[in-house]
C-alpha cells in the first residue's frame, strides 16, 4: 500500500507552498484558539463560526450571535469574550452557535479552508485527533497558526506530536525538513510542556496577562475526544 | 551592559517580520552557496559578486567575468561552474573576482542588503563568524536561506550553533521562537550532522546528484577563518 503523507507546516505564510497536496489540513494553535474551540465542543457548544475580521465578527453580533474576539491576547471591547477556553465552559453556551475571531487561529482556518477537509487540533482533543486521522488515509497537513506570520513552539510541539504519532503507524511517510524538525522539537518537550515552554515568546506573552491558568489548561494534553470539523464555514462535530 | 539580540530567521520570506531590527545579518546556505563563499575566499579568490537572476549573471559572463550558477543543484548550462566549493578550489580562480548566482543563498543576501552589516556564515567558517560576532556587539540575525522559501534543516543547525555559542558568552539573548527551536535542533544534531541530516530533503536531493563529497564538506565544520563581507554590492573578506 502507497504510505499517505503527514507534513508540519510553521506558518499560515508558508501555505501556499504545500496546499493542494493534502485531503486533510489539521489547524493548530494551541494558545488559544483551537484549544478553545476544543473546550467549546467538549462543554456542549452546537457549532463555532470561524470569521477572519472584527467587522464580521460585530455583524454576527448584530444579528444576535455570541462573539468571542481577540487580539494580541486580549478581548476585543464590545464582545461577549476572547479564546480563553474556560469562557466556553460557560452553561449558557450549551446548544448555542458561536462566533470566534483570534489573532491567529482563525485566520489560519480561513486560509485552509480550500481544502477537502479542514479538522481543529490542539494537545486537548490529540489522541482522539491521531486515531481519527490514522483511520482516514488521507495525506495529512498539520497547519500551525504561528504569531503573527512567524514561528512558534506551542503549535510546533503539537503538530510534531501529530507526525510523530501518524509516523509510528508506518502508514505514513514525511518529506519536508519542517516535519522532521517538529518531530524533534515534539520528542524534546514531551515530558514537560510547560517547562519546554517557559522561553517561548507567547507564553511570555500571555503570562505578562496574568493567563498562566489558561496555559495550563492548552498544555495539557487529552481532555476531549471532540474533532471539531469546517462544514461549510462552520465548525462542526460530527 | 544591555545584551544584545541575536535571532534566527528560517526564511527569506520571513525576514520582512524581522527587518530593521539587527545591525548584523548572517546570511547561511549551508548547501551549498555559502559554503561555496567560504571555500572560495579560503582559496584565495578576491571577491565574489552575488547576483539574484540568470540574466545577470549572463550580462556579467559577456564582461569577462567567470561566472557560477546554480538551480535545483546543478549546474545552469552555459555557465563555467555551480555552486560546489570544490569548483572554486582551482588557482584559475586566485585572485579573481567571481561572480554567483544561485538558487536561494544569492537571493538571501539580496534580500538582507538593505542591513548595516551582512555577512557570509557557513559551518566551514563556523567558529572565526561566531568569536567574530561576539566582539562585534552588535544585534545579529541569522538568516537561513531555506529552499524555495520552506523551511530547511542544515541553515536551521548552523544558525543554531551560531544562537547558542553567542548566548553562552552572556552578553546576547534571544526573544523569538525560531531561535531557541534552532538552538534545539543544533544540539540535538552537533554530535553527527551527517546522521541527522540522513533525512533532510536537501541531502535526498544531492544525494540522489551524486554530490555526497560536497555534503560532506559542507558538514565539515571550521576549515577557514575567512569571514566574507558585503561591500558595494561585492563580497570581500578583511
Known amino acids: 500500500m502507497e504510505k499517505k503523507f ?11 507552498y504545500f496546499k493542494g497536496r493534502f485531503e486533510i489540513v489539521v489547524v493548530i494553535d494551541v494558545l488559544r484558539a483551537t484549544s478553545a474551540i476544543c473546550s467549546a465542543f467538549h462543554n456542549g457548544v452546537k457549532s463555532v463560526i470561524p470569521v477572519e475580521t472584527i467587522e464580521e465578527a460585530q455583524a454576527y453580533q448584530k444579528k444576535g450571535y455570541l462573539v468571542g474576539a481577540e487580539r494580541n491576547g486580549e478581548i476585543v471591547e464590545g464582545f461577549d469574550f476572547g479564546n480563553s477556553p474556560f469562557s466556553y465552559m460557560n452553561p449558557k453556551l450549551k446548544n448555542k452557535e458561536v462566533v470566534l475571531s483570534t489573532t491567529n487561529g482563525t485566520r489560519a482556518i480561513s486560509i485552509a479552508s480550500d481544502a477537502q477537509t479542514v479538522v481543529i487540533g490542539s494537545l486537548l482533543n490529540l489522541e482522539a ?30 503538530g510534531g ?5 501518524l509516523l509510528a503507524t508506518g502508514k505514513f511517510t514525511s518529506n519536508e525538513d519542517s516535519s522532521v524538525a517538529a518531530k524533534y522539537i515534539y520528542q524534546s518537550s514531551k515530558t514537560n510542556y510547560f517547562g519546554f515552554l517557559k522561553s517561548s515568546s507567547h507564553r511570555r506573552r ?13 498544555l495539557t494534553p487529552n481532555q476531549t475526544s471532540v474533532i471539531p470539523i469546517l462544514k461549510n464555514g462552520k465548525l462542526v462535530v460530527t
Open 6 to 16: 503527514v507534513e508540519v507546516c510553521f506558518t499560515p505564510g508558508e501555505y501556499e
Open 129 to 158: 485527533l491521531n486515531d481519527w486521522l490514522i483511520t482516514q488515509d488521507k495525506n495529512v497537513l498539520c497547519l500551525c497558526s504561528g504569531w503573527k506570520d512567524k514561528f512558534n513552539l506551542e503549535d510546533t510541539i503539537c
Open 161 to 165: 506530536a501529530i507526525a510523530d504519532a
Open 206 to 218: 500571555l503570562k505578562s496577562l496574568n493567563l498562566n491558568k489558561d496555559i495550563k489548561h492548552c
